[in-house]
């Protein structure tokens, strides 16, 4: 009794491997986004855990968040996206951007953040 050998073909192994790589280069293409959005969100938590970041004015609050940025080499927020306003007993800080990557030819991948921290007096930030 003859038994079939079943395995994947060559063509079928290409087209595998194709998929593959196209996933990969997407891949490549978020992570960057991603990983700044989450340096984003990581420098706003870090302000709100500073006992004394509640108490400052919003130019240093600003400038404070821009320099923690600038350690994680963040380059796609900018300073307008950076809103600040007056809280329940501290401040409120919304960051809001969009960043837009080439993809394939005339094809972008474009990924919109949005990050929010409160920032109150004493160091609870919510």
Request: hydrophobic share 40%; net charge positive.
């Amino acid at each position: 009794m003859k038994r079939k050998q079943g395995g994947i073909t060559l063509l079928g192994f290409i087209i595998v491997l194709g998929l593959i790589g196209f996933f990969a280069y997407v891949g490549m293409k978020l992570f960057p986004m991603y990983s700044e959005y989450y340096s984003v969100k990581s420098a706003l938590k870090g302000m709100s855990n500073e006992a004394d970041t509640a108490a400052a004015d919003p130019a240093r609050i600003q400038e404070l968040f821009f320099r923690r940025l600038m350690i994680d080499y963040t380059s796609n927020v900018k300073p307008e996206h950076f809103k600040i306003r007056r809280a329940d007993n501290g401040w409120q800080i919304d960051v809001q951007y969009e960043v837009r990557r080439p993809l394939i030819f005339n094809l972008d991948v474009v990924g919109k953040f949005h990050a929010t921290q409160t920032l109150k007096r004493g160091g609870d930030g919510v």
